[in-house]
């Protein structure tokens, strides 16, 4: 399983479970295609798009383990 924190790449994440793009999507961030946000830390993109990266952290962790 994967953990993420909020260095871990978001096309990283995309690249281990693409199921993981609603969250990224619901946040704003429609431009997950672009080769610049795959590129992202979860916490840069957080603060592009002005939201906590602590609760998408949780968020996507938590959808993770109940995949596991």
Request: proline share 4%; net charge negative; charged share 25%.
């Amino acid at each position: 399983m994967m953990t993420i924190t909020r260095q871990t790449v978001i096309g990283d994440i995309l690249d281990f479970d693409r199921s993981t793009a609603p969250y990224f999507l619901e946040m704003g961030m429609h431009c997950l295609g672009c080769p610049a946000s795959r590129g992202e830390s979860v916490e840069e993109a957080c603060m592009v798009h002005g939201v906590n990266p602590d609760e998408l952290v949780a968020k996507l962790n938590e959808h993770l383990s109940k995949k596991a």
